[in-house]
């Protein structure tokens, strides 16, 4: 089981990023799958999750207006489209794909936005 993300780096406030989470090793399909967020001395937090099969998607307020999530089943990718990046946005990012008991994190990816 893999899930390799890629897609952080630099950017100033009011910018872009998209990040990629790309997944192998369990029925993607099965699956919801997204991602998490840990900023410096804060807890972890569900940012954005998507269910493959029926594309439903959550948001954390936040974040609503402003990020995206997508997926594209042919290539067992989940895509997290990040639009006017604000400060607070910065944490590391880390992929998840949950189903019932099954749960599997992937290496954080860092989100830095400079003012």
């Known amino acids: 089981v893999q899930l390799q993300a890629s897609g952080g780096g630099l950017v100033q406030a009011g910018g872009s990023l998209r990040l990629s989470c790309a997944a192998s090793g369990f029925a993607f399909d099965d699956y919801t799958i997204g991602w998490f967020r840990q900023a410096p001395g804060k807890e972890r937090e569900g940012v954005s999750f998507?269910?493959?099969?029926?594309?439903?998607?959550y948001y954390l307020d936040t974040v609503k207006g402003r990020f995206t999530i997508s997926r594209d089943i042919g290539k067992n990718t989940v895509y997290l489209q990040m639009n006017s990046l604000k400060l607070e946005d910065t944490a590391v990012y880390y992929c998840?794909?949950?189903?019932?008991?099954?749960?599997?994190w992937g290496p954080g990816t860092q989100v830095t936005v400079s003012s």
């Open positions: 998507i269910n493959i099969s029926r594309g439903r998607t």
């Open positions: 998840n794909a949950e189903w019932g008991t099954w749960d599997y």
